[in-house]
C-alpha cells in the first residue's frame, strides 16, 4: 500500500488546477508598471521649433545656432506633467531632423555644434534630472526612421536598399541607443519612432544594448520586440471591446507597418492573440500639432475634450499619452499649461475618493456599499500579471430589494475598464462574468459619484 499524506494531496490537488488554467500570455513586470502609469506626455522639441518661417519639411538641416531657448526650464515641463497626472515622461533625444540632444560626438550636428550654453549642454540628461525629482518616471524617443542629417528617410539612406552606407547607419543607430541607455540611469521606456526594421533588414542591432544596459524597460518596437502597439489613430481614442493581446509579432509587425489595412486589429487587439501588447493612444494638446509653432493657442484641446480621451483610452484598457510642446524659450506655453492643469484636476476630483471598493475572484464579485448611495461610475481592473480572463460581463446595482439594475455590460476589462451612467442609488454593486477564459482574478472593482 502507497500512503500519500495531507500535503502532498494538497500539492497534487494545487499541480492540477494550474494544468487546468490555459498558457495566457502575461505582461513583464515592465510592462504591467507601464500600464499602471496609465497617462504619460512625450515632450517634441527639435529643432523644428527653431526653423525660418515657412519651413515644411523635415529632410532640412539648420544652422545649429538656430537652436537657441532663452528660458529653457524642464523643470516646468515636469510641471506640467504632474498636473495633468502623468506617471511616466518621454523627450524626443533625436526626432527626425537628426539634430542629437545630448553631449555626443556620433557626428557633427547637436547641441554641442551651437553656442547654446557654450556648447556643453545636456537637454536629455536635464530632462532625467526634472523627472526624478518631479517623481515620474523618463524614457527616451529617438528615431532611426528619417534623420535629415543622416539623408535617411524610411529608414533607407539616400533611398538605398542596402550597402555600406546603410550599414553604417545600423552602427550609429545602435552607438546612439547605447549613448542614450548606459549613462542616465533606469529608464522606463524606449520609443523608436515607427520602429526600427530587423537586423537581418539592415536596422541597427539594438537589444543586446538595451538589454545590458536597461533590464527593466518597455521596448517599442522592431519585429523582434514590440512591448506596446500604437493604437492606430492620433486623435485620442481606443476600440471596444480593447484586448491587451496580439496574434504573435509577426502579425503585431504588419499592424504597425501597414496601419490603414490593421485599423480594427490596432484598435480592437485579438483576445486570442499569445503576444502581450496593450494598447497606447498617442495624441498631440495641439490638434495636431506635434511642434510648437506660432500662434497654435487655438489648437489646444480644451480639458473637457482630454477628459473624455480618458474615458476613451484609459477607461478602455489603454495607455494616454499626450504630445508635449515646448515653445521656442523652451517652456510650456501658459494655454498649454492650463489645459493640463484642468484636466489633472477633474480626473481626481472624478476619481480619487471611491464610495466603495473591493476585489475578488471568480464569476461573480459583490461590492455591499456601506450605506445606500448614488454612484455614477463603475470602475473595474483584472488581474493582469495573471492574464486577461474575462471575455463578457455585467455591472449591477441593486436598486431595491432583490432588483438588480444593469449600469454597464462590455466584453474586455484588462488593466482598467471605466462604466459612466446616470447617477443611480444602489446598497451594492456586482460584477458578473458571463464568459472567461479563466478563473476571474478582479484586481479592483470601485464605484463612484463623480455628478
Not at 533625444?93 to 554641442?112: E, R, V
Not at 517623481?135 to 528615431?143: A, E, F, H, T
Not at 493657442?297 to 499619452?321: C, F, H, Q, W
Request: glycine share 8%; with cysteine; charged share 25%.
Amino acid at each position: 500500500m502507497i500512503l500519500i499524506n495531507r500535503r502532498e494531496l494538497a500539492w497534487s490537488a494545487l499541480a492540477a488546477s494550474r494544468a487546468a488554467v490555459p498558457a495566457l500570455p502575461r505582461p513583464t513586470p515592465a510592462q504591467a508598471a507601464w500600464q499602471d502609469f496609465e497617462v504619460g506626455i512625450v515632450f517634441h522639441y527639435d529643432m523644428p521649433v527653431f526653423a525660418p518661417e515657412g519651413w515644411k519639411d523635415y529632410r532640412e538641416v539648420f544652422d545649429p545656432n538656430l537652436y537657441q531657448p532663452r528660458k529653457l526650464d524642464t523643470d516646468q515641463w515636469l510641471e506640467a506633467a504632474k498636473a495633468a497626472g502623468c506617471r511616466y515622461a518621454i523627450f524626443t533625444a533625436t526626432h527626425f531632423n537628426g539634430f542629437l540632444q545630448w553631449q555626443s560626438d556620433l557626428y557633427p550636428y547637436g547641441l554641442k555644434q551651437t553656442g547654446w550654453r557654450g556648447g556643453k549642454a545636456d537637454l536629455f540628461g536635464d530632462f532625467v534630472t526634472s523627472c526624478r525629482k518631479a517623481g515620474i518616471r523618463p524614457g527616451v524617443y529617438l528615431s532611426c526612421h528619417r534623420n535629415a542629417y543622416q539623408k535617411v528617410w524610411s529608414y533607407r539612406v539616400n533611398r538605398g536598399a542596402g550597402g555600406p552606407e546603410q550599414a553604417a547607419f545600423a552602427r550609429l543607430g545602435a552607438r546612439m541607443t547605447e549613448e542614450l541607455v548606459s549613462r542616465y540611469g533606469p529608464l522606463c521606456e524606449i520609443w523608436y519612432d515607427a520602429g526600427i526594421p530587423h537586423p537581418d533588414s539592415g536596422g541597427p542591432d539594438v537589444l543586446p544594448v538595451v538589454d545590458r544596459h536597461q533590464k527593466n524597460i518597455v521596448f517599442y518596437h522592431s519585429p523582434q520586440r514590440r512591448e506596446h502597439r500604437w493604437i492606430g489613430n492620433e486623435s485620442g481614442f481606443a476600440g471596444d471591446p480593447c484586448w491587451a493581446t496580439m496574434p504573435d509579432l509577426a502579425a503585431a509587425d504588419r499592424a504597425h507597418q501597414q496601419a490603414g489595412s490593421h485599423r480594427e486589429l490596432l484598435l480592437h487587439g485579438d483576445p486570442q492573440g499569445s503576444l502581450w501588447s496593450p494598447a497606447m493612444v498617442d495624441v498631440p494638446i495641439r490638434n495636431h500639432e506635434w511642434f510648437w509653432r506660432p500662434d497654435d493657442d487655438r489648437k489646444v484641446y480644451a480639458p473637457e475634450e482630454m477628459v473624455e480621451m480618458y474615458y476613451r483610452s484609459v477607461g478602455l484598457n489603454s495607455t494616454l499619452i499626450f504630445g508635449g510642446t515646448p515653445d521656442r524659450d523652451g517652456r510650456i506655453p501658459e494655454a498649454d499649461m492650463k489645459s493640463y492643469a484642468a484636466f489633472g484636476r477633474e480626473i481626481r476630483r472624478r476619481f480619487r475618493r471611491p464610495v466603495a471598493e473591493t476585489g475578488g475572484r471568480g464569476a461573480d464579485v459583490l461590492l455591499p456599499l456601506p450605506k445606500p448611495s448614488r454612484i455614477d461610475h463603475a470602475v473595474i481592473m483584472e488581474e493582469i500579471a495573471e492574464g486577461e480572463r474575462v471575455r463578457e460581463y455585467r455591472v449591477e446595482g441593486q436598486t431595491g430589494a432583490g432588483t438588480w439594475t444593469l449600469l454597464g455590460a462590455a466584453q474586455s476589462i484588462g488593466h482598467k475598464r471605466i462604466h459612466r451612467f446616470p447617477a443611480v442609488e444602489v446598497a451594492a454593486v456586482r460584477l458578473r462574468v458571463a464568459q472567461s477564459a479563466a478563473e476571474p482574478r478582479i484586481r479592483r472593482l470601485a464605484v463612484y459619484l463623480a455628478e
